[in-house]
């Protein structure tokens, strides 16, 4: 079994920083992409930023130079400094994972941890 938790999620005023985290945590071979989803009220889930195993990162337009993902390999965890943070930035923000795990570890399967609330508002 598998899962993916994902913590650091609050309420900040406009321009203020918080930091997600998602451990990955189970019978894992291989982790490839982690990445980070929001979904506002009434909108669709946005891919926010993204970092391949070998570190190569992308970002929604909005968030470059403000967000910042990482990944420790070796805690099998991916982090999103989140900083300048605006109103438009409140939602729901999801980890997501594209990993080879067992007992099939030769399937690739991307899983989802549970959504972490981010409300920024004065």
């Known amino acids: 079994q598998v899962q993916l938790v994902a913590s650091g999620g609050g309420s900040v005023q406009p321009g203020g920083s918080l930091r997600l985290s998602c451990v990955v945590s189970g019978s894992i071979v291989r982790i490839t992409f982690m990445g980070w989803y929001r979904q506002a009220p009434g909108k669709q889930r946005e891919l926010v930023a993204a970092?391949?195993?070998?570190?190569?990162?992308n970002y929604l337009d909005s968030v470059k130079d403000r967000f910042t993902i990482s990944r420790d390999n070796a805690k099998n965890t991916v982090y999103m400094q989140m900083n300048s943070l605006r109103p438009g930035d409140t939602a729901v923000y999801y980890c997501?994972?594209?990993?080879?795990?067992?007992?099939?570890?030769?399937?690739?399967?991307?899983?989802w941890g549970q959504g972490t609330l981010v409300t920024v508002s004065s």
């Open positions: 997501n994972a594209g990993l080879f795990y067992g007992p099939a570890p030769d399937v690739y399967r991307e899983l």
């Open positions: 970092v391949t195993s070998t570190g190569s990162v």
